[in-house]
């Protein structure tokens, strides 16, 4: 009976798109997570990567560490939430704080590329309007997540890299500073681990290079994202990282690609991912897991994970996605063994899980 009430409660939340296909759908969410279109909630997720985190890999202080400032960006969006500020906010609030800290690959955090050097990748999507930014490539601004903020609300452009998106920083009083800043012992040691393997497997460089990329945990843990749904019952998204550890020189990966990485649209939901970024701008994941709810009328947690257990499994990819729907449902998916992630529960409460 209960299963029934959702299906029935679902269908009239549904887009006319979706209608047609949705009673094919299986694996309703209870009638408890579901939320009426009367009575909008206030969501927020956020993510800190995903990967290869078994238990035990971590020390009691470190995983403490971790819990500690996921805990802090959570709570810190949510209150915003709170008092009445949007989505966008949220989410820029709470991924600054990911960034400012050493422990994810984002900002201070950063991964080194090949030459030692760190490339700074951001995005970020409203849903109301469908408005974008998005910045790769940086070496000197504190916070990508802030340019890609200002590239979407005070340029007439959707992505900008490099030194142009510094000199549009500049121009924003966005705070740059020294690449220096963003040298950390942890990640030098990380991209000094794998060229020493790159240097022993010299005959299969390339492929060794894109293996031990993947495989080594230390190597791009990290990356940080969040969604959230205001009061306004507006979404956004935003996803910060530094890449993958000894990527090359210019190389850009999902994180500020928006359809791959970062995508809000408030007829569906608001999706940020991490993972092996080649493999989700191939897929289009961020988009895709939309795309899922809007022809398929896929419940938002049936959309994630179809498009990462299925998808993105099949194709040899590992990761994971947080997506929020119009409602504030939740779907949370990775293939990885773990992902750091944390979000406020039906209570108010915020949770924090890694594995
Ligand atoms: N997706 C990021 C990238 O490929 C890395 C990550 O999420 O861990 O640049």
């Not at 994180?255 to 970024?277: F, K, L, Q």
Request: charge should be neutral.
């Amino acid at each position: 009976m209960k299963q029934l009430l959702a299906s029935l409660f679902l269908l009239t939340c549904l887009p006319l798109s979706g209608i047609v296909t949705a009673q094919k759908v299986s694996g309703f969410p209870s009638l408890q997570q579901l939320q009426s279109p009367q009575n909008p909630r206030l969501g927020f997720i956020i993510h800190g990567g995903a990967g290869v985190i078994s238990k035990g890999s971590l020390t009691p202080e470190k995983e403490k560490e971790f819990r500690d400032k996921l805990s802090e960006a959570v709570l810190a969006g949510y209150k915003a939430l709170q008092a009445g500020k949007s989505s966008l906010d949220a989410v820029e609030i709470a991924i600054k704080i990911l960034e400012d800290s050493p422990l994810f690959n984002a900002g201070k955090g950063a991964v080194f590329t090949n030459d030692g050097k760190n490339e700074l990748d951001a995005s970020i999507m409203f849903g109301k309007d469908q408005t974008a930014g998005a910045v790769a490539g940086l070496r000197r601004v504190k916070n990508p997540i802030t340019l890609a903020r200002a590239v979407m609300e005070k340029s007439e452009h959707v992505m900008m890299i490099g030194e142009g998106a510094e000199k549009f920083a500049a121009e924003q009083k966005i705070e740059l500073v020294d690449p220096k800043y963003f040298w950390t012992q942890h990640r030098w040691d990380a991209l000094q681990k794998i060229l020493k393997e790159e240097a022993e497997k010299k005959e299969k460089v390339k492929r060794e290079t894109e293996k031990s990329a993947s495989e080594e945990p230390a190597n791009r843990f990290g990356t940080v994202g969040a969604v959230a749904l205001d009061k306004d019952g507006n979404l956004a998204a935003g996803t910060s990282t530094g890449g993958m550890t000894n990527k090359k020189y210019g190389r850009v990966g999902d994180a500020p690609i928006i359809g791959a990485g970062t995508y809000a649209n408030n007829e569906t939901c608001a999706v940020s991912a991490t993972g092996w970024g080649e493999f989700f701008i191939r897929i289009g994941v961020a988009r895709d897991v939309c795309a899922q709810m809007e022809y398929r009328a896929l419940p938002v947690q049936n959309a994630a994970d179809l498009v990462i257990k299925q998808k993105l499994q099949k194709m040899g990819g590992d990761g994971g996605v947080i997506a929020m729907d119009r409602f504030g449902n939740m779907g949370i998916s990775f293939n990885s063994e773990g992902m750091y992630r944390a979000y406020i529960n039906i209570k108010g409460e915020p949770v924090v899980e890694i594995y």
